[in-house]
Nanobody
Framework: QVRLVESGGGLVQAGDSLRLSCEAS????????MGWFRQAPGKEREFVAS????????YYADSVKGRFTISRHRIKNMIFLQMNTLNSEDTAVYYC????????????WGQGTQVTVSS
């Protein structure tokens, strides 16, 4: 079974940057896409960014375009989320997710990492 482990969260001030990492481990990893989602207190989980594992095409939520960058390291089976110009609305638990080949949805999730932005 594939296991996803996030790291890099923390407490920062508005305007600061953070870089989240997600490492996939377990059985040989075959993913169609990987992505980042987040859930703020009292809100539903929302899409942040994703990347196609093969071609590297990226997608972003409008709220993070121009501030966040998703990238991948195919050999290490890792993805990253560089977050710049953070604001209080970015405060949330951030989850890494994988859409494995053959699946029509994200079917593997990490445990999440907390990002808190103080204003």
């Amino acid at each position: 079974q594939v296991r996803l482990v996030e790291s890099g969260g923390g407490l920062v001030q508005a305007g600061d940057s953070l870089r989240l990492s997600c490492e996939a481990s377990g059985r040989p990893f075959s993913s169609y896409a990987m992505g980042w989602f987040r859930q703020a207190p009292g809100k539903e989980r929302e899409f942040v960014a994703s990347i196609r594992w093969s071609g590297g095409t990226t997608y972003y939520a409008d709220s993070v375009k121009g501030r966040f960058t998703i990238s991948r390291h195919r050999i290490k089976n890792m993805i990253f989320l560089q977050m710049n110009t953070l604001n209080s609305e970015d405060t949330a638990v951030y989850y890494c997710a994988a859409q494995t080949v053959g699946s029509s949805e994200y079917n593997t999730w990490g445990q999440g990492t907390q990002v808190t932005v103080s204003s």
